[in-house]
């Protein structure tokens, strides 16, 4: 088969592109789960559930793991854990 010069090979296609990022971040939404949110004048806050670490976020990084975006690619570190009567 025979492709134009832009396309090196069947997944530069801007279709199989995209599903491979909606597949990514169905796959990452999947592993968020949010336990509590509270809304107040100064924003919003979180805490949610990833990959069985909580992490404890504001508005904007809520946002972006709703979005499909890791903790690790937003800078975030684990919170103390419910086991720990820190919740």
Same mark, same amino acid.
């Given at each position: ?40 004048? %100064? ?8 990959? %069985? ?21 937003? %800078? ?12």
């Amino acid at each position: 088969m025979v492709y134009p010069a832009a396309m090196k090979s069947p997944i530069d296609h801007p279709a199989l592109r995209q599903r491979a990022a909606r597949s990514a971040v169905r796959k990452a939404v999947g592993r968020l789960f949010v336990s509590r949110v509270t809304h107040r004048a %100064g924003g919003t806050s979180a805490r949610v559930l990833f990959d %069985g670490e909580y992490y404890d976020v504001n508005g904007f990084e809520l946002t972006a793991l709703k979005a499909g975006s890791t903790p690790a690619e937003l %800078g975030l570190y684990p919170a103390a854990s419910p086991a720990d009567g820190t919740f």
